[in-house]
């Protein structure tokens, strides 16, 4: 094992990097959170817009037919 030298300070290679503090790493993590929910909605709302724009063709209405086939009439007649 070699050993660092830091000025006139010498140290083992383990001693020379510390660990983030906790409240650096809970910041780090807070702001990682927030950007995350701040861009996912965007992405979304672009891809949207663009199914919007150009439909959602065959795919859209195979999934309607599928939808209306399979749902429970019990649940219209409760949730309307």
Known sequence: MHRVRYGSEVREPHDSVEPPSAPRRVTRILLAGVGVATLAPLLLAKVGEDVFEHGSGSFGDGSRTWML????????VHFA
Do not use: V
């Open 69 to 76: 086939r399979h749902r429970t009439p019990s649940w219209f």
